[in-house]
């Protein structure tokens, strides 16, 4: 990487991103130590490499090898610095990226590295920036999970996320594996069942999971939407929240899944909650109610 080639030029960034390559540089082996060195440098440094492999003798079968280890080395590097390149737009201006431990930037690092495709490499770096704003955010056996995690089971996780209510905290809400509404929208038993075994959620299809010692009146929300819940009770209500929970895995992973609501789906959960005796209305539909915020939300019980 040459000062004017690199993807990473620190004069241009704010001081959380500055902050976060000098700690990536520092943790991993000064992997964008180079920013400053000049094109004319590096041909210089690559040159008297070259001139010094000549006058050694090795075998065509070295050849080959030497070659192909400075083309995967590429490749690893290439991975290495996309994904950070696309993390910097992704951290805020409160990221404490000083405050991630090193070991957990270089395992990072050692599991990203083989990562080139784009899709993958965007949740990757949407971790990193995740874990630049919120140090702690994700351990390191979600780190060594998504190194096994294959696109075609993000997508599916990601599908499932399109269903998650914040319940004072993430919560998928599926009641009925044969609606339409989990069907046409990619979700099925088969599915669920699936993310079950890969460790991602806890899927009970007989008998559901519920939450108790709920107040007579919360705030649930799906996406930006708030809705007010009444229960029956004043106080020790129970709410079923469906056959799926999230595994401590699915819940680090669906913080940086940002999949669109499914239209029709917030009605949905208003019918069913209805017919378990829970009065459910949307905030923003409510006459002479007073606005609510995000924080107004149960809080976990």
Known sequence: MSGENSIINLGDLSKPA???????????????????IKRVAKAEAIAEKIQALSKIEISEFEQRALQRFMHEESRKQRNIESI????????????KPEKIEDDWLTNFFDKCRLVSDEEMQSIWSRILAGEANIPGSFSKRT??????????????FTKLCAFNWNIGGVQPLIYDTDSKIYTNNGINFSILKHLDTIGLISFESLTGFVRRGLPQKIIIA????????????????????GKVLLTTLGREIANICSPENIDGFDQYII?????IGIEANNVKNQVGTSPATPSDIVKTV
């Open 18 to 36: 500055n902050t976060l390559i000098e700690k990536i540089s520092e943790a991993t082996g000064a992997i964008f130590k180079p920013w400053q």
């Open 84 to 95: 950070t390149a696309q993390s910097i737009p992704q951290l805020n201006s409160e990221a």
């Open 143 to 156: 780190v060594n999970f998504m190194e096994s995690l294959d696109k075609q089971d993000a997508q599916l």
């Open 222 to 241: 799906y996406g930006n939407d708030l809705f007010n819940l009444k229960f029956p009770k004043e106080n020790d209500n129970e709410m079923g929240i």
């Open 271 to 275: 019918d069913e909650l209805k017919k």
